[in-house]
C-alpha cells in the first residue's frame, strides 16, 4: 500500500499543532475574489502554504496562498448572541485543473481535518444556470454533481482518512444550511438553495453543456468544492458550501455574450463584503461543543 500520501497529510498536521497547539474547530475556504473580504484577516497569524510541510500552493490569480487563523468576534444576527470562534482560514485552494492530482486539491483541508477541525465551510464563485437568479446571488450548496471526472478517495484503498465507500446521501450538512438560511434572513440576504455542478474546467462550459446542466439539475457551475467536500466527509467533517454567482452559464444571455475570468473575479470581490458577513455569521451560528458563547 502507497502510504506516502497519509504521511504527507500527516506531516502537515503534525507541523500545524506545533504551530498552534489548539486548533480552531471550523476551517473557510475562501474562493476565487473572495480572499480579502475577512475584515481584520490581514493581522491575523500567518503561514504561506508553501511554509506548511506537505502542502500544495496555487498560483491563480484572485487567490493569496496563505492560511490565516484568527478569532472572529460578532453578534449573531439571528440569534442576537455575542460570540467568539477562532477559525482557520484557507485563503486560496487549489484546483484540479492547474494539474494538481485529486489528492493534491484536498491535500490543505485533509491536513486542517488532522490538525483538530472540525467542520469546514466551502465557498466559491460560480456560474449561475438560473436565469430568474441577479448575478452577486448566493445560493446555500445543498447538494452537487462531481462531473469533475475526479475523486480524492480513488486509488488509496485503505488509506487511513475513513471509508472508502463513502456515503454521500447528506455532503452538504443540512443542520448547519438551516443556520445559513437564518443568517441570511436575519442580515437581509436573499440566499438561494441549489446543486453545484463541479467541472474540471479551466475552460468556461459551452452552451451545449450548460443546457446538459441544467437538465441534469444543477443551479451553478464551477470548478472546485466537490473533491474537498467528499474527502472532508470521509474524514466526518461537516461540511457546508455556498456559491456566489458571478456570472450567467456561457450562451444563458445569447450568442455573443462572452465569459472572462477577469469579471469572475471582479463579482465575487464586489459582493466579497456581504459574503464575509454572511458565512461570518453562520460561523459563529454553527453548533460546537468547544466555542466560548456569552
Ligand atoms: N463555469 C465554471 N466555473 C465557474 C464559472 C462558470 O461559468 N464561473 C465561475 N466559476
Not at 473580504?37 to 484572485?62: C, H, N, Q, T, Y
Not at 484503498?157 to 441570511?184: H, I
Not at 439539475?217 to 472532508?232: D, K, N, P, R, W
Request: with cysteine; aromatic share 6%.
Amino acid at each position: 500500500m502507497d502510504t506516502s500520501y497519509k504521511i504527507r497529510v500527516d506531516q502537515s498536521a503534525e507541523f500545524l499543532k506545533k504551530w498552534n497547539t489548539n486548533a480552531p474547530d471550523l476551517c473557510l475556504v475562501l474562493g476565487s475574489g473572495l480572499g480579502n473580504a475577512i475584515p481584520g484577516i490581514d493581522s491575523m497569524p500567518a503561514l504561506k502554504f508553501s511554509e506548511i510541510p506537505g502542502f500544495r500552493s496555487s498560483e491563480v490569480v484572485g487567490h493569496a496562498s496563505e492560511l490565516r487563523v484568527g478569532n472572529v468576534n460578532a453578534t449573531h444576527p439571528a440569534t442576537g448572541k455575542s460570540i467568539t470562534r477562532k477559525i482557520a482560514f484557507l485563503r486560496g485552494r487549489n484546483h484540479a485543473y492547474e494539474g494538481f492530482t485529486a489528492g493534491d486539491v484536498v491535500h490543505n483541508v485533509r491536513a486542517m481535518i488532522a490538525w483538530g477541525v472540525k467542520g469546514i465551510i466551502l465557498t466559491n464563485a460560480a456560474g449561475c444556470l438560473e436565469t430568474s437568479w441577479n448575478l452577486g446571488d448566493f445560493m446555500l450548496i445543498e447538494d452537487h454533481i462531481n462531473l469533475s471526472g475526479l475523486n480524492p478517495l480513488s486509488g488509496l484503498p485503505g488509506n487511513g482518512f475513513g471509508q472508502r465507500f463513502c456515503d454521500m446521501t447528506q455532503c452538504y450538512d443540512p443542520a448547519w444550511g438551516k443556520v445559513f438560511l437564518e443568517s441570511a434572513a436575519a442580515l437581509g440576504v436573499n440566499l438561494h438553495r441549489g446543486t453545484y455542478a463541479g467541472v474540471l474546467g479551466p475552460s468556461y462550459e459551452t452552451p451545449a453543456e450548460i443546457r446538459m446542466l441544467r437538465t441534469l439539475g444543477a443551479q451553478a457551475v464551477g470548478m472546485s468544492t466537490v473533491l474537498e467536500a467528499i474527502a472532508a466527509r470521509q474524514m466526518g467533517a461537516r461540511v457546508v458550501g455556498l456559491s456566489c454567482m458571478t456570472n450567467y452559464g456561457a450562451g444563458l444571455l445569447g450568442a455573443e455574450t462572452r465569459l472572462d475570468h477577469s469579471d469572475v473575479v471582479h463579482m465575487g470581490a464586489s459582493v466579497a463584503k456581504t459574503m464575509a458577513e454572511l458565512v461570518l455569521g453562520t460561523a459563529l451560528g454553527l453548533a460546537f461543543a468547544h466555542s466560548s458563547e456569552h
